[in-house]
T-cell receptor, first 111, second 116 residues
Framework: SQTIHQWPATLVQPVGSPLSLECTVE??????LYWYRQAAGRGLQLLFY??????ISSEVPQNLSASRPQDRQFILSSKKLLLSDSGFYLC??????????FGNGTRLTVT | KQEVTQIPAALSVPEGENLVLNCSFT??????LQWFRQDPGKGLTSLLL?????REQTSGRLNASLDKSSGRSTLYIAASQPGDSATYLC???????????????FGQGTELSVKP
């Protein structure tokens, strides 16, 4: 069966520090991969999605970046965090007409 | 640009009631539409997926319909229970390159509270 792992579960980082969130999928190949952010009391905002290795689509201008170094690995990064980067970050995978499967999320607090 | 809207933003009902959650989208060129449930502080759980060629999908007490031409979907919950309390989100999977899906755009969600 397919599983998705996302870590860490919570993270507190000072403004200006770097960020690296990792997401890996097991039990499938060539999945579509997604990073979403959910601010408090709001819906999910699509940040990046990838339909293959090295293929990253950015949806929102920001100081975040994403990379897909391997087929089932998706990394969200920042060189210098801003206060506004605080939120709940969710990784997800899907393919074709299968439902989207989400990780448990990372709650990031930038202080 | 695809926009997804969910109405109402919040809903409180007594246990046992049947209820309908609404979702509308602006661009009918979709690959599929999905409904999710989110419990506080948790990730999302997939409930139902309706392909663009389908009209409805059912799972237990849940029934989701899709009217692509009018840009609307509804999620019907029968005989609601306190355990149904959660935020319900709909998401539209846009048609991408080679007519495959890829980008999912979410609505803001409906926060449901079922009172015992």
């Amino acid at each position: 069966s397919q599983t998705i792992h996302q870590w860490p579960a919570t993270l507190v980082q000072p403004v200006g520090s770097p960020l690296s969130l990792e997401c890996t999928v097991e039990g499938t190949s060539n999945p579509n991969l997604y990073w979403y952010r959910q601010a408090a009391g709001r819906g999910l905002q699509l940040l990046f999605y990838s339909v293959g290795i090295g293929q990253i689509s950015s949806e929102v201008p920001q100081n975040l970046s994403a990379s897909r170094p391997q087929d089932r690995q998706f990394i969200l990064s920042s060189k210098k965090l801003l206060l506004s980067d605080s939120g709940f970050y969710l990784c997800a995978w899907g393919r074709g007409n299968s439902p989207l499967h989400f990780g448990n999320g990372t709650r990031l607090t930038v202080t | 640009k695809q926009e997804v809207t969910q109405i109402p933003a919040a809903l409180s009902v007594p246990e046992g009631e049947n209820l309908v959650l609404n979702c509308s989208f602006t661009d009918s060129a979709i690959y599929n539409l999905q409904w999710f449930r989110q419990d506080p502080g948790k990730g999302l759980t997939s409930l139902l997926l309706i392909q663009s060629s389908q009209r409805e999908q059912t799972s237990g007490r849940l029934n989701a319909s899709l009217d692509k031409s009018s840009g609307r979907s509804t999620l019907y919950i029968a005989a609601s229970q306190p355990g149904d309390s959660a935020t319900y989100l709909c998401a539209v999977n846009e048609l991408g390159v080679y007519n495959q899906g890829g980008k999912l755009i979410f609505g803001q969600g409906t926060e449901l509270s079922v009172k015992p």
